[in-house]
């Protein structure tokens, strides 16, 4: 007999899938300790369940699976073949119709003077004075965000974005966001944007850790900033930046305030979801579950071979990479954070307290069914 942690790493399916698919009858444990609650499965049920990972994978329905694995013990050939050459051919037609849509949404974009869902960084030229201290902060508290996904080269620096007397930084790799600002002086002209690229960015976070203040330069294509008598200079990233300002829109939602060292300590010492490490750019990652209690306790969920309770399925419960929750709370850089939950298919925010104009974004990770 195979626990249902044990059954969870060799099966692909993760725990809380095979708590769901017990529920929904598709594949039910040999016995159930009638004390526990602990599920039990069968050698047997291996073969079984690993079928369960592929189907699923292929988006095949549950009522499909169901009769394919009904077939698959009954050694009924036929019943199998017919669902899987149904199913192919549902997607088949479905990838034919996403072609045609995204035909017409490149045909759209070509008659737009801008992209969809992003505002122009053309060249431009600004001339602003800033806080050295406040830029090195406000670049650290973004860079960890930056992306470095070749096919989306535009993500992959930090946005400046000069508006008044205000300098917002921002970086996403698209499952995370940090936004960030200083106060600036010396620029009248209209907004302006620029991209710079993440190793010019690190240059001119280099330059800051001395001296009071420090010159940023945009002039067209070439971006400066200088600090004492020292430069860092480079062109900027020739791409449109993604609206951040519609992207971090969230619902607001429960908010509670961590302890930073406590907390890091149990994300990093604490429960990760029992065979549930996942690619995120061909990167694997782990996933850990928090919940925020309603007197503002957060913790994070026990899930794995320990019990097998639904905890990881609670109402409120959020799924994010740990790697990335622990980049966020150090980029914080503060003693005690705030955490917002809002739905779990909401992101997660970090926030300091001191300021709402700083803060984290991370994309929740979907739960298996």
Known sequence: MRGIGEMARDSGLGVSALRFYDRAGVLVPAWVD?????????????????????????????ADIRLV?????????????????????????????????????????????????????????????????????????????????????????????IEGETLHVVAT??????????????????RAQVIVPSPLADAMRALLNDGDSALLTVDGDRVALEAGDRQAVGRRLDHDFPDYRRLVRVPAGRRAIVDVAAFRAAVEAGPVRAGEVRDQDGVPFDIVVLNVTDDGTVGVCEDGDEGDGDAGNEAGNVAVNRDFLLHALAAGARDRLILEFGAPTAPLAIRRTDTEDAFSLLMPVRLED
Request: cysteine-free; aromatic content about 6%; glycine content about 8%.
């Open 34 to 62: 009638p004390v526990s609650g602990y599920r039990w499965y069968d050698a047997g049920q291996l073969e079984e369940a690993r079928l369960l990972a592929r189907l699923r994978r292929t988006g095949m329905p549950l």
């Open 69 to 161: 694995l009904a077939g698959w013990s009954g050694q009924d050939t036929d019943l199998v073949r017919q669902l899987l050459t149904s199913h192919l051919r549902r997607l088949e037609r479905t990838l034919s119709d996403a072609r045609a849509e995204f035909s017409a949404v490149r045909a759209l974009l070509e008659h737009r003077e801008n992209p969809m869902t992003s505002y122009g960084t053309a060249a431009a030229t600004a001339r602003l004075t800033v806080s050295a201290p406040e830029l090195a902060a406000a670049l650290d508290a973004v860079r960890f965000a930056a992306g470095t996904d070749p096919e989306l080269p535009m993500l992959g620096g930090v946005l400046f974005d």
């Open 173 to 190: 790799d698209r499952y995370r966001m940090a936004v960030a600002q200083t106060a600036a002086t010396g620029h009248g002209g209209p």
